[in-house]
């Protein structure tokens, strides 16, 4: 494939225009002297920009997450990018599978090719069921090209070392969808004893290029990183190069890996696709010592005037962010933090325990936090809920990673804005400065809280309302869990790292 010869990005030779994005936000930045104060809060604390003509589509209904996924795997012509921490050989994993190698076989069969490039996390193959022997393999069998994220050194890492956690499909760098979904059936189905909600969002325009731009660089250090080399050098070392790369675009050697996508085939040029404001939030350990996605959020609280909506599975915060939301209290700002109660909890035992100092203190400084309880046994023994059709059953317990601040910005992100989150995790997510994005995230809260009724449509044009679909910690509640809690508060809080 021949390159094109006139690629040139904000006045940068072909050879080196896929630079770092820090250095292109910071060229923004000096360039834009009357910007918006969130531009300029995304290119000091997000190491992003804001960009225009963006389209973006919130995913909340598993079924049409993954559909919109097979879209994209489907238009797929030139290239296709996967990253994920979990990929199950379950039903929706192998579908998924099963798509992406029909789509190499179609294209192939037309005198194509499809790349194929997939990241998937290397600490993680408990979590993935049989992935070692079967899902990486059919990948590899099908013409996908699959590199680890960290990998061992001699099959040794630390325990609480990086990890890849994001969750991220990129196809011809036209579109992509971003979010909270693992390839596993509890991310997609309706019904069943283990359904997740979850939340991603589609987004095509000009910021799927800064999207990708981190996807290829990712991809880029791995192919690094698998040389011997890295076992001879001190990590420090490695952690240098790895963060000289990604500022600069090239190796300490003068070699670049990104070379090989100065080409229109890889970047297409951008049109506008609709008039929704964007900007992609990366976090990676082995880049940043703190993620970007924290100090963007940080800086939200800090700036909030009127409301602050949170939806993760583990709010264990760490206490910058505690910090931020206390302050926004006392200044009369309405925040809510929407977890799982004790039955809904992603995990139990330890998992669950971590999250409880977290949930004292935030209610103690006058953070609304709510537990997601609805499909409970209690809830499930009213005559209406034992007669409704099963696919229209409340989900069994949240995952998805939500936030929005004064009804005008809103995030969907793989993040858990907790203390793995910040300090050891790959994450992605996008940011939208746009009222209806931001309106229904908090929508949703409203409804997953019982502010706003929550119907369940039932089969015969019947229906019913839980009136509390959220369990409140309110002081008795916070009263309890110190009770549960004793003296143990001090050693479950040394587990955060892992959480």
């Known amino acids: 494939m021949e390159r094109s010869s006139d690629i040139s990005f904000l006045g940068i030779s072909k ?47 598993g079924p049409t997450a993954f559909e919109r996924r097979l879209d994209l795997v489907r238009s797929a012509q030139h290239h296709l990018l996967i990253s994920s921490f979990i990929w199950r050989r379950d039903d929706y994993g192998l579908r998924m599978l099963n ?16 790349e194929v490039l997939v990241i998937l996390d290397d600490g993680t193959p408990h979590a993935s069921d049989d992935f070692w022997s079967s899902v990486q393999k059919r990948l590899r069998a099908a013409g996908a090209q699959v590199r680890y994220f960290n990998p061992p050194r001699w099959g040794l890492v630390p325990v609480y070392g990086a990890r890849l956690h994001d969750k991220i499909v990129i196809a011809d760098g036209r579109a992509a969808i971003v979010g909270g979904r693992n390839y596993s059936d509890h991310y997609f189905v309706e019904s069943g004893p283990l359904v997740w909600f979850d939340a991603d969002i589609l987004v ?15 991809w880029a250090v791995l192919g690094r990183m698998r040389s011997v080399k890295r076992f001879l050098a001190p990590p420090e070392q490695i952690l240098g190069r790895i963060r000289s790369f990604w500022r600069t675009g090239s190796f300490p050697d003068g070699s670049s890996p990104l070379d090989a996508f100065a080409d229109r085939a890889w970047f297409p040029q951008h049109n506008r696709v609709g008039d929704i404001e964007a900007a992609i939030l990366y976090d990676n350990p082995l880049v ?15 700036n909030a005037r009127v409301e602050i909506d949170f939806m993760t ?8 962010l ?8 006392k200044r009369g700002v309405r925040v809510r933090v929407l977890t799982n109660s004790e039955s809904r909890a992603v995990r139990r035992g330890i998992h669950w325990r971590s999250l409880l100092p977290s949930i004292v203190t935030l209610g103690e400084v006058g953070v609304e936090v709510w537990g997601w309880t609805a499909g409970n046994d209690d809830a499930a023994s009213t005559q209406e809920l034992k007669s409704c059709d099963p696919s229209q ?55 997953l809280t019982g ?20 369990l409140f910690f309110d002081a008795d509640q916070r009263d309890r869990i110190r009770r549960e809690l004793g003296d143990s508060t001090a050693r479950i809080e040394a587990y955060g790292p892992a959480f």
């Open 204 to 218: 095509e325009g000009p910021a799927v290029e800064d999207l990708q731009m981190h996807w290829l660089k990712s």
């Open 99 to 114: 798509a992406v190698a029909q789509q190499i076989r179609a294209i192939a069969a037309d005198g194509g090719r499809l």
């Open 288 to 302: 940043w010592d703190q993620a970007p996605t924290m100090d963007v959020v940080i800086a939200l609280v800090e």
């Open 15 to 61: 050879n080196r225009w896929l630079t770092a994005l820090p250095a292109i936000t910071v060229i923004l930045a000096a360039a834009l002297g009357s910007a918006s104060d969130l531009e300029e809060l995304l290119a000091r604390e997000g190491k992003t920009r804001l960009l225009s003509g963006n389209h973006v589509e919130l995913l909340f209904n």
């Open 393 to 447: 059953k409340p989900f069994t317990g949240l995952h998805g990673k939500l936030f929005q601040v004064d009804g005008r910005i809103g995030i969907v992100t793989a993040s858990n804005f907790n203390i793995r989150s910040t300090w050891y995790n790959t994450e992605a997510g996008v940011l939208v400065a746009d009222p209806s994005v931001a309106d229904q995230i908090r929508s949703l809260i409203d409804r």
């Open 451 to 470: 502010a706003t009724p929550l119907t369940l449509e039932c089969h015969d044009g019947l229906a019913f309302t839980l009136d509390e679909p959220s």
């Open 322 to 329: 505690i910090d931020a939301v206390t302050a926004a209290v």
């Open 313 to 320: 599975p583990f709010p264990n915060f760490p206490p910058r």
